[in-house]
């Protein structure tokens, strides 16, 4: 009788115990790239291209923040910061211009993929067309003028 009455009390709890188990994560959701994230490099420039079809896919490398801050322990970048990247064995600066997120920002465009665009040292595209939408608010922002003049889509 106590066996019958141990199992019915306890198994409530085991399944309890295995649903919290299952969707506790020790990693925080992450909203912007951080060093070793792979992107999609969205220009049509000749590096950009033979990078996205070499053997290995683009990496971030270095994150420069505009504000120059941590964010807790580790640099991140968000829409429209400048990255380092490991393309085709070689280092090129980008910009970000999609985002993956996995939480809304307000009046934050959410993409499927991780997106670049590869800048020379004085912020200006490589290429010559951007391939992929990029947010609206590129416009606006001083440094990411010649970026939007060179995009066919917005969002």
């Known amino acids: 009788m106590f066996e019958k009455l141990l199992s019915i ?3 409530p709890v085991f399944i309890a115990v295995l649903v919290i188990i299952y969707y506790f994560s020790v990693t925080s959701v992450l909203h912007h790239l951080q060093k070793t994230s792979r992107v999609n490099v969205v220009d049509n420039s000749k590096l950009a291209i033979d990078g996205m079809v070499y053997k290995r896919q683009p990496r971030v490398i ?9 964010s807790r322990t580790r640099l991140t970048a968000g829409l429209g910061d ?3 990247l490991a393309i085709k064995g070689q280092m090129k600066k ?3 211009v999609g ?5 809304p920002q307000p009046n934050m465009p959410r993409f499927d993929a991780n997106n670049v ?3 020379d040292d004085d912020g200006n595209p490589i290429g010559t067309r951007i391939l992929a939408p990029i947010p609206a608010f590129f416009r606006t922002r001083g ?5 939007a003049a060179i995009a066919t889509h917005f969002v």
């Open 117 to 119: 665009v590869l800048i």
């Open 94 to 96: 980008a910009v970000i």
């Open 143 to 147: 440094d990411l003028v010649k970026i």
């Open 99 to 103: 985002c993956k997120q996995l939480i």
């Open 9 to 11: 009390s306890v198994l």
């Open 62 to 70: 270095h994150c420069y923040k505009r504000n120059g801050s941590l």
């Open 82 to 84: 400048k990255v380092l």
